[in-house]
């Protein structure tokens, strides 16, 4: 025991110290939530719930119905999520069963009815789902915790909602479900929801990307986009054309094709897609480091050499080599920042234009169809960056996706000549813009200045934007959380739903709640309001007000 002497001139200060000290604890113990929210991050597209609380054994058994109830990406799907709903119960659990305790819970199983045995993964997949939790006391038809879907994606949402309803409650040390009985019936607003990774100007490993993937699904997010290549480094193993990875930063930061496929299985179990890109004409320097003829010139090294049959040669033989490991049916073509002053400037390429009697502008284009030719070629979609659509909007495939980043009035255009179009706004979903709040990102809205239905229809969704070039495995989820959560349900949520007046007050207390899920899972999400995102807390505080 420790004891203290205090000099009499010193008792008094001693004391208002004590009482500040009391004051301050009392301050922060006296956090509550707002029970009248919601407290699901996406908000589900209807719910009811009650005022009960149940118990849920930390033994939850599993029983699964339905053409589906043997998949292997539902039974993995229920032991990950029990691992995160049983963090703390299920050591307390085997201890309570060594002492001979035991208790009457009042969930002890879930039932998952999946009614398609089809574990294909194609965009607009179904992704709805039916979940009821209710006690089980011999009169319900339902019975404790039931979820319904007619693909395995859509049990895999359910039970993401599920793990969010469940808490665990640290004074009586059990996982409680509170505002019992639920009735919540959901299904995503837009089709693709997607994150793009940029692993050109920073490589991250595999295990990092791995962790983002898992944390995408948190949030309900179901397309990788992933930026793998671009001017500064070209990590990915093609066989093929083998050198072309002597375009990496250096030997140990690479991605092997095993490397690339496990990414995508591990996707695959979590619902997400993984939809690659391959960036061209533009943005492609680093594949010189390899195969030298792709330069214009060795002074001047982009865009790729639109005059040679080699360039379109090589890129056919990436995009055979890709297709065996990205089965996604959308493939992102680029064509972005394209400045064409190394071929007007270079002698032979001058001299291709003029025997073709082509401009600059003229090669560009014929350069970005004949890519789009190759892609379709191998059973692909073919996505391009807006710039695309606004130099030559009449000559695109017409099954070109158009990728808005520019600004706001690019999907309505694309959505008008028939095109469909993927939102990502630079100045509202660019996470790399460090200074634009949670709220701008809340509250930019896909479909505003489309009224049609049906041009509606051809809005396929929206991706925030993770680019790399200050952000790396040390920080990269700490910029991507908790901002890309704020698209992620304006992405998912109806849209009357997520159309509020007052975010700080209907919104804010539940994204601060997400924020901290998010810690909680070991997701480095940082602070919700800093002025500058990823910024570390600037003082202590709970993380439910910072």
Not at 379 to 385: G, K, R, S
């Amino acid at each position: 025991m420790l004891h203290f002497y205090l000099k009499p001139h010193c008792k008094l200060s001693f004391l208002v110290l004590l009482l500040w000290v009391s004051l301050l604890v009392d301050s922060n113990s006296g956090f509550e939530l707002d029970d009248s929210l919601t407290y699901i991050w996406p908000l589900p597209s209807a719910f009811t719930s009650g005022n009960r609380t149940f118990t849920v054994d930390p033994t939850l058994s599993l029983s699964v119905l339905g053409k589906g109830g043997d998949s292997k990406i539902l039974k993995e799907g229920f032991e990950r999520y029990k691992k995160i709903i049983f963090k703390h119960a299920s050591e307390i659990s085997l201890f309570q069963k060594l002492r001979g305790i035991s208790f009457v819970y009042d969930i002890s199983e879930l039932r998952i009815i999946v009614n398609s045995d089809s574990e294909e993964l194609q965009l607009g997949v179904d992704e709805s789902y039916t979940l009821f939790v209710a006690k089980n006391d011999g009169k319900s038809i339902v019975g404790e915790a039931t979820i319904e879907a007619n693909t395995v994606y859509g049990a895999l949402r359910g039970l993401e909602t599920f793990s969010q309803l469940c808490s665990f409650d640290y004074d009586t040390k059990s996982v409680q479900i509170y505002k019992a009985p639920w009735y919540i019936k959901d299904n995503p607003r837009f089709a693709f929801r997607g994150l793009l990774l940029d692993t050109s100007r920073h490589y991250l490993p595999i295990d990092v990307i791995k962790q983002i993937i898992e944390s995408m699904s948190y949030a309900k997010l179901n397309v990788l986009h992933w930026h793998i290549i671009d001017e500064e480094s070209f990590p990915l193993e093609v066989p093929s054309y083998p050198k072309l990875w002597n375009g990496a930063y250096t030997k140990w930061e690479r991605y092997t094709v095993e490397d690339a496929s496990e990414i995508v299985s591990f996707a695959k179990l979590r619902g997400i897609h993984v939809m690659a890109e391959v960036d061209v004409p533009g943005h492609a320097q680093s594949w010189g480091a390899g195969y030298p003829d792709l330069w214009p010139s060795s002074s001047c090294r982009e865009p790729l050499d639109v005059s040679k049959k080699f360039t379109f040669e090589l890129i056919s033989g990436i995009l055979s080599d890709i297709r065996k490991n990205f089965p996604f049916e959308l493939f992102h073509l680029g064509g972005d920042e394209v400045h064409t002053d190394c071929w007007t400037s270079t002698p032979h390429i001058k001299q291709w234009l003029n025997d073709h009697n082509m401009t600059a502008k003229d090669a560009y284009q014929y350069f970005v169809l004949k890519a789009q030719e190759i892609a379709i070629s191998k059973d692909w979609t073919p996505v391009n960056w807006e710039e695309t659509f606004n130099s030559f909007s009449s000559e695109l495939r017409p099954r070109t996706i158009v990728h808005n980043w520019l600004g706001p009035g690019v999907c309505p255009k694309a959505v008008a000549k028939g095109f469909k179009c993927i939102f990502s706004n630079q100045g509202a979903w660019y996470l790399d813009h460090l200074d634009v709040p949670w709220n701008e990102v809340y509250s930019a809205e896909p479909l505003e200045g489309i009224n049609n239905v049906s041009e509606e229809n051809l809005v396929l969704g929206g991706e925030v934007c993770m680019w790399g070039e200050t952000a790396d495995a040390s920080n990269v989820q700490q910029t991507i959380w908790p901002r890309a959560a704020a698209a992620a349900e304006r992405l998912w949520s109806k849209r009357e739903a997520v159309s509020v007046q007052n975010v700080n007050s209907t919104v804010l207390p539940r994204y601060h709640y997400f924020r901290c899920l998010l810690n909680r899972r070991g997701v480095q999400a940082a602070p919700a309001t800093n002025y500058y995102a990823r910024k570390p807390p600037t003082g202590p505080g709970s993380c439910y007000e910072q």
